[in-house]
Protein backbone atom coordinates (compact mmCIF):
# COMPACT_ATOMS: atom_id res chain seq x y z
CA UNK A 1 0.00 0.00 0.00
CA UNK A 2 1.73 3.32 -0.96
CA UNK A 3 1.57 6.04 0.86
CA UNK A 4 -1.01 9.07 0.19
CA UNK A 5 0.72 12.96 -0.44
CA UNK A 6 -0.80 15.27 0.68
CA UNK A 7 -0.74 18.44 -1.13
CA UNK A 8 -0.90 21.43 1.27
CA UNK A 9 -3.12 24.41 -0.69
CA UNK A 10 -3.73 27.94 0.23
CA UNK A 11 -3.60 31.09 -1.37
CA UNK A 12 -0.03 31.92 0.75
CA UNK A 13 1.18 28.63 -1.07
CA UNK A 14 0.36 29.88 -4.07
CA UNK A 15 1.67 33.48 -4.02
CA UNK A 16 5.23 32.16 -2.64
CA UNK A 17 5.14 28.82 -5.38
CA UNK A 18 4.69 31.73 -7.79
CA UNK A 19 7.95 34.03 -6.61
CA UNK A 20 11.60 32.48 -7.49
CA UNK A 21 12.36 30.55 -4.91
CA UNK A 22 9.52 29.41 -3.69
CA UNK A 23 8.59 26.71 -6.38
CA UNK A 24 9.14 23.59 -4.14
CA UNK A 25 7.64 24.24 -1.17
CA UNK A 26 4.80 22.21 -1.42
CA UNK A 27 7.51 19.07 -1.74
CA UNK A 28 8.15 20.24 2.28
CA UNK A 29 6.44 17.02 4.32
CA UNK A 30 7.67 19.32 7.02
CA UNK A 31 9.34 15.86 8.81
CA UNK A 32 12.26 17.68 11.23
CA UNK A 33 15.61 17.05 9.09
CA UNK A 34 16.09 20.91 8.41
CA UNK A 35 15.54 21.61 12.09
CA UNK A 36 17.90 18.65 13.39
CA UNK A 37 20.63 19.76 10.57
CA UNK A 38 20.20 23.70 11.32
CA UNK A 39 23.33 25.19 13.26
CA UNK A 40 21.26 28.02 14.30
CA UNK A 41 18.50 26.03 15.47
CA UNK A 42 21.12 23.87 17.44
CA UNK A 43 21.95 26.65 19.76
CA UNK A 44 18.71 28.82 19.54
CA UNK A 45 14.74 28.99 19.27
CA UNK A 46 14.98 28.88 15.41
CA UNK A 47 13.02 26.31 14.08
CA UNK A 48 12.91 25.46 10.47
CA UNK A 49 9.93 23.23 10.76
CA UNK A 50 8.08 24.92 12.45
CA UNK A 51 7.85 28.03 9.73
CA UNK A 52 7.67 25.51 7.42
CA UNK A 53 4.77 24.23 8.98
CA UNK A 54 2.77 27.48 9.42
CA UNK A 55 3.40 28.13 5.73
CA UNK A 56 2.02 24.66 5.02
CA UNK A 57 -1.44 25.36 6.55
CA UNK A 58 -1.13 28.94 5.21
CA UNK A 59 -0.67 30.80 8.08
CA UNK A 60 0.39 33.97 5.92
CA UNK A 61 0.12 36.72 8.41
CA UNK A 62 2.04 34.76 11.39
CA UNK A 63 4.81 34.05 8.96
CA UNK A 64 5.05 37.50 7.95
CA UNK A 65 5.17 39.02 11.26
CA UNK A 66 8.03 35.93 12.84
CA UNK A 67 11.22 37.05 13.33
CA UNK A 68 12.10 33.03 12.52
CA UNK A 69 12.22 33.54 8.81
CA UNK A 70 14.63 36.21 9.10
CA UNK A 71 17.31 34.26 11.37
CA UNK A 72 18.07 31.54 8.81
CA UNK A 73 21.47 32.66 7.93
CA UNK A 74 21.36 30.66 4.57
CA UNK A 75 24.17 28.36 4.94
CA UNK A 76 21.84 25.59 3.09
CA UNK A 77 22.97 22.39 5.90
CA UNK A 78 19.42 22.03 5.48
CA UNK A 79 19.23 21.44 1.62
CA UNK A 80 22.42 19.24 1.82
CA UNK A 81 19.99 16.99 3.94
CA UNK A 82 16.64 16.99 2.70
CA UNK A 83 15.27 13.90 1.58
CA UNK A 84 12.44 15.91 -0.98
CA UNK A 85 15.17 18.80 -2.52
CA UNK A 86 13.23 21.94 -0.80
CA UNK A 87 15.37 24.62 -0.68
CA UNK A 88 14.31 26.11 2.48
CA UNK A 89 17.41 29.17 2.07
CA UNK A 90 15.50 30.20 -0.71
CA UNK A 91 11.92 29.50 0.36
CA UNK A 92 12.85 32.30 3.47
CA UNK A 93 14.36 34.75 1.28
CA UNK A 94 10.46 34.51 -0.91
CA UNK A 95 8.86 34.96 2.61
CA UNK A 96 11.08 38.25 3.87
CA UNK A 97 10.86 39.53 0.20
CA UNK A 98 7.37 39.52 0.34
CA UNK A 99 7.34 40.93 4.39
CA UNK A 100 9.79 43.58 2.59
CA UNK A 101 6.93 44.18 0.25
CA UNK A 102 4.28 44.72 3.17
CA UNK A 103 6.65 46.97 5.73
CA UNK A 104 6.81 43.53 8.17
CA UNK A 105 10.74 43.99 8.90
CA UNK A 106 11.35 42.72 12.60
CA UNK A 107 12.80 45.92 14.71
CA UNK A 108 16.68 44.07 14.90
CA UNK A 109 17.14 43.98 11.82
CA UNK A 110 15.79 47.02 10.75
CA UNK A 111 18.75 48.39 13.05
CA UNK A 112 21.22 46.81 11.86
CA UNK A 113 20.28 47.55 8.02
CA UNK A 114 20.35 50.74 8.86
CA UNK A 115 23.82 50.13 10.60
CA UNK A 116 25.09 49.01 7.55
CA UNK A 117 23.70 51.66 5.32
CA UNK A 118 25.34 54.51 8.00
CA UNK A 119 28.75 52.06 9.14
CA UNK A 120 29.33 50.02 5.75
CA UNK A 121 29.71 47.05 8.22
CA UNK A 122 27.77 45.79 11.20
CA UNK A 123 30.87 45.70 13.78
CA UNK A 124 32.15 48.85 12.99
CA UNK A 125 31.74 49.62 17.22
CA UNK A 126 33.34 46.46 17.96
CA UNK A 127 36.14 46.85 16.18
CA UNK A 128 39.47 48.27 18.39
CA UNK A 129 43.40 48.87 18.57
CA UNK A 130 43.47 44.88 19.47
CA UNK A 131 41.80 43.73 16.25
CA UNK A 132 43.90 46.12 14.90
CA UNK A 133 47.12 44.50 15.83
CA UNK A 134 46.14 41.05 15.54
CA UNK A 135 44.85 41.57 11.95
CA UNK A 136 48.15 43.43 11.62
CA UNK A 137 50.40 40.51 13.32
CA UNK A 138 48.39 38.45 10.33
CA UNK A 139 49.63 39.91 7.82
CA UNK A 140 46.20 41.94 6.61
CA UNK A 141 45.44 45.48 7.08
CA UNK A 142 44.31 47.43 10.18
CA UNK A 143 42.48 49.67 7.68
CA UNK A 144 38.97 48.36 7.47
CA UNK A 145 36.70 50.46 5.43
CA UNK A 146 33.38 50.86 3.89
CA UNK A 147 32.73 49.42 0.13
CA UNK A 148 30.92 52.50 -0.79
CA UNK A 149 29.34 51.02 -3.84
CA UNK A 150 28.64 47.81 -2.06
CA UNK A 151 26.39 49.70 0.28
CA UNK A 152 24.97 51.72 -2.70
CA UNK A 153 23.86 49.04 -4.76
CA UNK A 154 21.92 47.13 -1.72
CA UNK A 155 20.51 50.81 -0.55
CA UNK A 156 19.20 51.28 -4.57
CA UNK A 157 17.77 47.97 -4.70
CA UNK A 158 16.21 46.89 -1.56
CA UNK A 159 15.51 50.41 0.34
CA UNK A 160 14.94 52.93 -2.32
CA UNK A 161 12.78 50.97 -4.99
CA UNK A 162 11.07 49.01 -2.14
CA UNK A 163 12.60 45.46 -3.06
Request: proline share 3%; aromatic share 8%; with cysteine.
Amino acid sequence: MGRTRLTPSSSFIQELTSMPGGELIEKCVACGVCTASCAVASGSQYNPRQVMQKILVGARERVLESEQPWLCKTCHLCEDTCQYGVKLADVFKVVRKLAIREGIVPIAFQQAAQTILTDGWLMKEAYSDFIADERKELGLSSRLSQNKRYTRDVKSKYFDTGG
